[in-house]
């Protein structure tokens, strides 16, 4: 018995030191319940082809992830891998918090990236790659084929075709007079000043009308964000919620396929064609952005895997992310889910964004008109100062103040930070 | 004139019992209003439970078919009520359960002690302490959340149970709670029990505990609540699905791109239920307390 006992006690020793030997990479990442399903079982087949590797996932929801992130960071518990937001990339490569991926990353894999993939994961002091993706997003213009043939509005066929901004207000005014249509179009206001999402869609508006949030060289806003073009463009805004053409933020995000589909038309990202589609089937139209300004413009930028530079195994993580990006499994769900491909042999696979496919015309924008937002460490408080400003604009606020107040607290953060060095350099 | 009399009174009378009448019409109506204003989202909750497809959910919402289902299924409870796999619901629901248990359990008991010890104890500047406690109510947990990760962390605490069960033991509001309940209760109870022999700590558990069901009710349910929808706290400082809680579980239905509404109804209806109870346990001490609070000022 006190044999079979000590035998029992060497091998759980030894166990448990088997156990130990393997080396434990912990993955952050957010998601709804199928991606979260999804990486667990990347996770498992990982583990199953490395049995020297244990793969811990840490979920945290969208919403609070940046929070999460923060306590991470003042915790001294940054994960091995992290998915990070896109235009937050800049902030936490200057704050020192990622690692150079491509030495990491599979070759075929990088090879595989589109133009904008790269872009959204590279930083410009650099020019090194810090993350990757499969994915990448877009903002498209949804339209109610029955609405705009009822008004006689031209469908534009690509990006190149899309609808001037003469077109597109004039439009607007006639759909605000047809019978049935509630809203002339819903800009998703819905989804609140929590979410990225007034810079992600209303940014390239800006950018087509000729201005931007920030200038890119010299990295001031005064001058750019308050500047006369996003003036008109941002007064341009505020006239259509004042005529109330604009579904309310009360309204919630569902009024373009609501019963009696109130909205005629929908700025909205690539996520939106599968619960609008679902709906409506053929009614739905899915157009380029409209050129606001001198040229077109569309967001880009989506959650994209980064290797932290607290990784003890930073070449473990990386095989880790390029077997997540290659698996198949993933790669099927990311397509039933509508994903945005951000490497070519997905987009390839994905009937939705290939030519002649209902939202070709999203995946033709990131090639022609993709502009990414502002790559700069400053980048927190220019898309919560933008934020603010639009808000309080579309509440009947004094458009050139609180463009000058979102561009002055802008700049007045960059320069508390010294200019965020060597940002301040690139001129 | 005494014949003329009658008749106005009983006319007044009259008057009045109609008066009275229409005021409780008034009164029914309004309640009546309050209730449908309250109950409504929670048999929307409850409707969109039943319904399986989040798009029709979407778009039923803002029209009166958010409140009709015409073929109720339960196959979003199935799939928020397994215990193994990625999204463990029924195992979140349990931790929920078992953080809330023992919150609840060890706040009562340290509370209710340091409220009766600011009452009745005799330690010098008691007063102090308890202005100290009062003081200590003001500051919002959110200023002290991320000093607190820190420290959790520091001590090897995370994602664990404890983590989530010892900083919320013990809180200002509760020891005030118990503290005003039992400075209430006559003076003569403690001495003649002192007289009696008997210890500071039976006075407290026999006599005094006994006696403060309203109080224990009162910060059972609304520690209770505050345990159960501990939300920020738990996604902090937990990292995997050993410890974590069903509100943090129910934030993955509110995804980036989309909502899945099915399931987020079906789990937040679940999640209703225990809280639901505890206050059904409860509220008869519940609402005595609050109406003992309001007479005794």
Request: charged fraction near 20%; glycine fraction near 8%.
């Amino acid at each position: 018995m006190g044999n079979r006992l000590l035998s029992f006690l060497m091998a759980s020793v030894a166990l448990g030191g088997l156990a130990e030997a393997k080396t434990v990479i912990h993955v952050m990442h957010q998601g709804d319940p199928g991606w979260v399903s999804t990486y667990g079982e990347v996770a498992k087949r990982f583990e199953a082809a490395n049995p020297d590797v244990d793969i811990e996932l840490i979920y945290a929801p969208h919403d609070a992830y940046n929070e999460k992130f923060s306590a991470a960071v003042m915790s001294k518990q940054l994960p091995d891998v992290m998915e990070l937001d896109a235009p937050f990339l800049a902030n936490y490569v200057w704050s020192g918090y990622l690692q150079p991926i491509k030495p990491l990353i599979d070759q075929d894999i990088l090879d595989d990236m589109t133009e904008s993939n790269v872009a959204q994961g590279t930083y410009p002091v650099d020019k090194e790659l810090y993350a990757v993706g499969l994915t990448d997003s877009s903002v498209v213009l949804y339209g109610n084929r029955k609405y705009l043939e009822a008004i006689g509005a031209r469908i534009p066929k690509g990006v190149d075709d899309a609808w001037t901004r003469e077109e597109f207000e004039g439009y607007l005014e006639k759909l605000s007079k047809l019978e049935g249509v509630k809203w002339p179009i819903d800009t998703f206001r819905g989804y609140g000043i929590k979410t990225e999402w007034i810079t992600y869609a209303y940014g390239p508006i800006l950018q087509s009308a000729g201005c931007d949030l920030i200038d890119r060289k010299t990295w001031k806003s005064v001058g750019t964000l308050d500047s006369d073009p996003c003036v008109d463009a941002l007064t341009m805004m505020q006239k259509w919620v004042k005529n109330g053409w604009v579904v309310p933020q009360s309204s919630g995000t569902n009024q373009f396929f609501a019963e009696g589909h109130p909205a005629a038309l929908a700025l909205g990202g690539h996520w939106f064609y599968a619960e609008a589609a679902a709906s409506m089937k053929d009614d739905i139209v899915v157009m380029p952005l409209p050129k606001f300004g001198p040229k077109g413009a569309s967001p880009n930028g989506t959650w994209i895997w980064g290797i932290t530079t607290a990784s003890e195994h930073p070449e473990i993580a990386g095989k880790f992310v390029s077997f997540m990006l290659k698996d198949k499994a993933l790669r099927n769900y990311a397509k039933e889910d509508s994903a945005y491909p951000g490497l070519k042999s997905f987009a390839a696979d994905s009937p939705l964004y290939a030519n002649g496919g209902p939202m070709a015309v999203a995946f033709e924008q990131a090639s022609k008109t993709a502009i990414a937002r502002p790559p700069h460490p400053a980048y927190p408080i220019i898309t919560s100062a933008f934020m603010g400003a639009v808000d309080e604009i579309f509440n009947g606020g004094d458009v050139k103040a609180a463009l000058t107040a979102a561009a002055e607290k802008i700049d007045e953060d960059i320069e508390e930070n010294d200019g965020y060095p060597p940002f301040d350099e690139q001129q | 004139m005494s014949d003329l009399a009658i008749p106005t009174l009983q006319t007044e009378a009259r008057r009045e019992r109609s008066a009275i009448g229409s005021l409780r019409l008034v009164q029914t109506a309004c309640i009546l209003v309050i209730a449908l204003v309250i109950v409504s989202p929670l048999f929307m909750l409850l409707i969109a439970s039943l319904k399986d497809d989040r798009f029709q959910i979407l778009a039923d919402m803002g029209s009166f078919r958010a409140f009709w289902v015409s073929n109720p299924r339960l196959s979003n409870f199935a799939e928020v009520s397994n215990l193994s796999g990625e999204l463990a619901f029924g195992r979140y629901l349990l931790n929920s359960l078992f953080i809330l248990g023992c919150t609840v359990g060890a706040g009562l008991i340290v509370n209710s002690m340091a409220g009766f010890v600011l009452a009745w104890g005799t330690l010098r500047g008691r007063a102090l302490v308890l202005s100290l406690v009062i003081a200590l109510y003001v500051i919002p947990q959110e200023s002290i959340i991320m000093p607190l990760v820190i420290m959790v962390s520091r001590a090897g605490m995370t994602d664990t149970f404890a983590v989530q069960i010892v900083p919320w033991v013990a809180s200002p509001l509760y020891i005030f709670l118990f503290y005003q309940f039992f400075a209430q209760l006559p003076k003569e109870l403690f001495e003649a029990a002192e007289m009696d022999g008997a210890s500071v700590f039976r006075i407290y558990r026999s006599i005094f505990l006994p006696l403060s069901l309203p109080a224990l009710a009162t910060v059972s349910i609304l520690m209770g609540i505050e345990s159960w929808n501990q939300y920020l706290w738990p996604i902090l400082v937990t990292q995997t699905d050993y410890a974590r809680p069903i509100a943090v579980a129910i934030a993955t239905f509110f995804g980036q791109d989309s909502i899945y509404w099915d399931r987020a109804m079906a789990a937040s209806v679940l999640m209703m239920i225990p809280i639901l109870a505890l206050y059904l346990a409860f509220q008869r001490w519940f609402v005595s307390s609050f109406v003992g609070s309001a007479v005794k000022g």
